[in-house]
């Protein structure tokens, strides 16, 4: 069943997983798999600008993946500086706007330089919005947000007898950007792994066991063929929803 244009979903999030076991079955370092996984983020992000996704957002480095060894963190870093530099132009080119999300006080000075830099360039852009999830952890993002509209209801900015989930998405590190419709989650794990834990609430869940290094754009229009076929209820009925359309 193809994909149509009703039925594409305006925002989706991805969990790019896989790419250690990638490199372990080719006897070589993490790092390698990490090098060659930067094919398949350039593949899924011009794939979705090319469907008409709106907003992309990729599980980039998570908040406990601080804990891996220093010398793969350290070339994780180093990886996405150099992508960031690289990948830029292209970014302009097809007007792809750039965001990140997480604990940026936690990123090397030079990421956070580079990033800022991409950012600022590609403010413009309106073709698709790029988020990274950078040193973020879904428990983070709804601790921060709690902790920031406590302070407001402190200074009378807010009563707290008013407070809805909608007011705390606005608390969010997402903050203005549609909640994901669907994400998807290559390497075969069933699992979110604390990423946008209040933000996927009723987001498609879509997994493949297709390593990311190998993650190309028929597999990204699968799952968004996959997503396609499904029927989104939100807790009503098929027969309700049936009568909305």
Known sequence: ?????????????????????????????????????????????????????????????????????????????????????????????????????????????????????????????????LILALSYSGKWDITEAFKHYAADVAQGKCRLSECTSGTIDGYLATAGIPVPDLLIRTGGEQRISNFMLWQLAYTELYFTNILWPDFRKPHFREALQEYSRRERRYGKTGEQIEQQL
């Open 1 to 129: 069943m193809p994909t149509t244009p009703e039925k594409i979903p305006t925002h989706v999030a991805v969990i790019m997983d896989g790419n250690g076991r990638w490199a372990k079955r080719r006897m070589q370092n993490r790092i390698f798999g990490h090098r060659n996984a930067i094919a398949a983020v350039r593949d899924t992000v011009e794939c979705a600008a090319e469907t008409g996704v709106q907003y992309l957002t990729l599980y980039t480095f998570s908040e406990e993946n601080w804990q891996r060894p220093a010398m793969e963190v350290n070339g994780l870093m180093e990886l996405l500086a150099d992508a960031i530099r690289n990948e830029t132009p292209t970014l302009l080119k097809n007007g792809i706007r750039l965001q990140y999300i997480g604990r940026h006080d936690m990123l090397p000075a030079g990421v956070r330089a580079k990033l800022q830099e991409c950012v600022d360039r590609t403010t413009a852009g309106h073709t698709m919005t």
